[in-house]
Structures are given as structure tokens and as C-alpha cells.
């Protein structure tokens, strides 16, 4: 059974840092790409970042670039978002997904993307 589980949210300061987590199982996590999305209450979700199977090739939303970093951990079977000087409209649900069993290279959107977590806040407040 494919499962991706996220943790590491919570309240941080504006400027402040946050470490998410994505545990996944199921499946072989190199051969195919994974996602962090978001959503923010009366907003769509947005895709966050994304690393392909190949090479790790990574992509950022313009909004994160620069100071989100995503990566991955295959001994652990675990991917993670460095998030790095937070802004209060960062504040969100973070999901991480993957194109499991279709897709080894990134895509913007969610169509490709067929297993989610359940999310973890994240909340950027003063």
C-alpha cells in the first residue's frame, strides 16, 4: 500500500525557519517524481516544488524560489522541504504527492500526481 506521511509543521515567526518531512512506503521512491503542494484556506492548491526521479532535478514555484530547498533521502525513503525565511502568506496545509505509478519527471499541477498525504500546517505569525 502506497502511503506518504507528512510532519514537521507548526507556528514559526516571520523570517524563521521550518523543516517538513514526507515518509513515504509502498514504493521506490527513485523511480518517480514527488511534490510538495499547498493550500491556504480560500485558495487553490498550488505545487511548492517538485524533484524528479532523474538525477534529482528540482523545480520551485517563483513565489518559493530562493528560499524553499527540496530533497531526498533514499536510504531513508524520506523527502523534505527546507523552508527558509517564512512569510505569513506561506501559511498553508503542505501536502507532499507523487506521480506514482506514472510519472518520473515533474509536472506542474496535480493531475499526474495520484498519491497524497494528509498534510501539516504550517502557520507564519507574529
Known amino acids: 500500500q502506497v502511503q506518504l506521511v507528512e510532519s514537521g509543521g507548526g507556528l514559526v515567526q516571520p523570517g524563521g525557519s521550518l523543516r517538513l518531512s514526507c515518509a513515504v512506503s509502498?514504493?521506490?521512491?527513485?523511480?518517480?517524481?514527488i511534490a510538495w503542494f499547498r493550500q491556504a484556506p480560500g485558495k487553490e492548491r498550488e505545487q511548492v516544488s517538485c524533484m524528479s526521479s532523474s538525477e534529482g532535478t528540482t523545480y520551485y514555484a517563483d513565489s518559493v524560489k530562493g528560499r524553499f530547498t527540496i530533497s531526498r533521502d533514499n536510504a531513508k525513503k524520506t523527502v523534505s522541504l527546507q523552508m527558509n525565511s517564512l512569510k505569513p502568506e506561506d501559511t498553508a496545509v503542505y501536502y507532499c504527492?507523487?506521480?506514482?505509478?506514472?510519472?518520473?519527471?515533474?509536472?506542474?499541477?496535480?493531475?499526474?500526481?495520484?498519491?497524497w498525504g494528509q498534510g501539516t500546517q504550517v502557520t507564519v505569525s507574529s
Open positions: 509502498g514504493f521506490n521512491p527513485d523511480n518517480y517524481a
Open positions: 504527492a507523487t506521480e506514482y505509478p506514472s510519472g518520473g519527471s515533474c509536472e506542474w499541477g496535480d493531475l499526474k500526481f495520484g498519491s
